[in-house]
């Protein structure tokens, strides 16, 4: 949005302050206080490759527009724009645009395009055709052009077709010499005995920063912004780790790479910026309160590792946190490395709660957060962005009721690897539990039937319910419905569908609905998943009303 509304030419100085400003406020969650940074901005507006976070600083993103305008002036493939036109009939009638000098008095805009050719006159170059473009003086096309200065006025604007035959393969020598001069003259002829064109092409001016040559913002960005220092190897190799782990989440990476530049606000950091004595850790008392004691050797996080499906033993883990994230991302790939992540979230989330918001530190309920957290990441397939399980997720929610419980169920089948079957229950917007088994089945059909009899089973718990089952298959809503006249096929089915519909019609409170594919996009993705690495995973959120985790889709 900031990019449509710059590209219609640059903003002034007061604007661009007041974008950068609600962009660190919105980052940095302070609009209307003051609050501490821990990492400069500067940092965060880095590419990701070398350190930052990819945000673009509306300051450079304003210069990147005026060098895009100089850059269509100087091509000469934008003609025919209006406002093209009238800049060069204005400004450049006399001389070319690397030769005019800046005006005392003209427009900001006129004034910023001009002062831009200091930076991208030493990234382009022609690339010569008939010449019919390229200026013989003030132009990019040879090693010396930014000391090669005219002879006279009338050959400001002599263009390099001008000097040549008309078949474009040799010098006219004799003009050379009446227009240019004898020294520049014997300069192009002892640098090129024959023109440098092609003429069966135009000229074109090349971008040198960009592999076809062309202008983009993207690039132009990276030569504003300078020579930024690369990272050591160990840092790159982290990140790249953090930023293309296939389904991670937004919050978790955003953590790691607070945790690799130390920016992570732990009371010592704190106590360090006040200078002010460090205080005890709130958990153990026994230690500062200094990231990696909060994060591995405090007594409750040694418990805590221990405990989880790593089983890590953070006493033999490096101190410092760079070599620490580097041994991790080495040692642990794929599913270990999302584990990982997932478990120093969960636990940073709650030894939080326990120090500022006064809650009881859980081991029990940290491991179930990252238990729930990658859960969610493996049902819904590692391929799956959280934002394509935002979209599945949006409909369901518009579906779902605000006065009861609701269900989706379904089924995947497969003759290679059988099936799987999986549920969601939800109460309104907020998510209850959700489930999914691998087994053996004969159809698509019985996964539906085993996924709507495991959820009757878990909502029977609840007293006094009432639920309604959504289901994309128009069988099994007959069958559930009591529908004699239906056929189950195959036979296998049969018993089952029976009996689930029996329990089914048993509760008064039950009833089934038809939702398509799109709005019942995770289950889908649970069933799926349940089936294609034959896996069976349960979240249960007991009390069952009570103890929801509502925030894992949002």
């Not at 790479?257 to 704190?270: C, D, E, G, H, R």
Request: glycine share 4%; charged share 20%; with cysteine.
């Amino acid at each position: 949005m900031i990019l449509y509304n710059v590209a219609g030419g640059p903003l002034p100085e007061t604007t661009v302050q007041t974008l950068n400003k609600m962009i660190r406020s919105f980052f940095w969650e302070s609009a209307g206080k003051k609050k501490m940074h821990l990492i400069s901005w500067s940092s965060i507006t880095k590419p990701k490759c070398l350190g930052g976070l990819g945000i673009r600083d509306v300051s450079i993103l304003n210069d990147a527009v005026v060098m895009k305008m100089l850059w269509k002036l100087a091509c000469g493939d934008y003609d025919d724009r209006i406002w093209v036109k009238i800049i060069k009939a204005k400004y450049l009638s006399k001389s070319p645009l690397w030769l005019v000098n800046v005006p005392t008095s003209c427009t900001k805009i006129w004034r910023a395009i001009l002062q831009m050719r200091v930076t991208l006159k030493h990234h382009v170059t022609w690339q010569l055709g008939k010449g019919d473009k390229c200026h013989v003086y003030g132009e990019p096309w040879h090693d010396f052009w930014l000391s090669f200065l005219p002879a006279n006025r009338a050959s400001k604007n002599m263009l390099i077709s001008d000097l040549t035959s008309q078949d474009h393969n040799r010098w006219d020598t004799e003009k050379m010499v009446q227009v240019l001069g004898f020294h520049e003259a014997l300069f192009i002829a002892c640098k090129y005995p024959k023109p440098p064109c092609n003429p069966n092409n135009s000229d074109r001016l090349i971008f040198m920063a960009s592999q076809n040559g062309k202008f983009t913002y993207k690039i132009a960005t990276k030569l504003l912004q300078g020579n930024v220092t690369p990272l050591n190897q160990q840092a790159s190799c982290i990140l790249k780790v953090i930023w293309h782990t296939p389904g991670l989440m937004p919050r978790i990476r955003l953590f790691l790479w607070k945790l690799l530049f130390n920016s992570v606000p732990t009371q010592a950091m704190y106590a360090h910026r006040l200078n002010r004595s460090i205080p005890s850790c709130h958990l153990c008392n026994n230690h500062p309160d200094e990231l990696h004691h909060a994060l591995f050797t405090c007594h409750v996080a040694r418990a805590f590792w221990f405990s989880s499906s790593l089983g890590l033993q953070t006493t033999d883990l490096p101190t410092d946190i760079t070599q620490l994230l580097y041994v991790v991302c080495n040692s642990l790939q794929g599913d270990a490395f999302i584990s990982f992540s997932c478990h120093i979230w969960a636990l940073w989330k709650h030894r939080c709660a326990a120090t500022h918001d006064g809650k009881e530190f859980s081991i029990p309920n940290a491991l179930n957060l990252a238990v729930s957290y990658i859960s969610l990441i493996k049902s819904a397939g590692a391929m799956h962005s959280p934002r394509v399980l935002r979209r599945i997720w949006s409909p369901m929610k518009e579906v779902a009721t605000t006065d009861s419980y609701t269900c989706w169920i379904d089924g995947s089948f497969s003759a290679l690897n059988q099936g799987g079957w999986a549920y969601i229950l939800m109460k309104g917007q907020t998510l209850i539990q959700y489930a999914a088994e691998y087994g053996q089945i004969d159809s698509a059909f019985t996964g539906e039937l085993k996924a709507i009899s495991m959820a009757f089973r878990d909502v029977l718990q609840l007293d006094n319910t009432s639920c309604t089952f959504f289901t994309d298959c128009e069988l099994l809503m007959k069958v559930l419905n009591g529908d004699e006249q239906v056929d189950v096929v195959p036979w296998q089915s049969y018993f089952e569908a029976k009996d689930a519909a029996i329990c089914f019609r048993s509760c008064a409170q039950f009833d089934c609905a038809f939702c398509p594919r799109e709005q019942n996009g995770i289950a889908h993705l649970l069933a799926n998943y349940a089936r294609v690495h034959r896996a069976s995973f349960r979240n249960f959120m007991y009390p069952l009303p009570c103890r929801c985790n509502s925030n894992i889709f949002n």
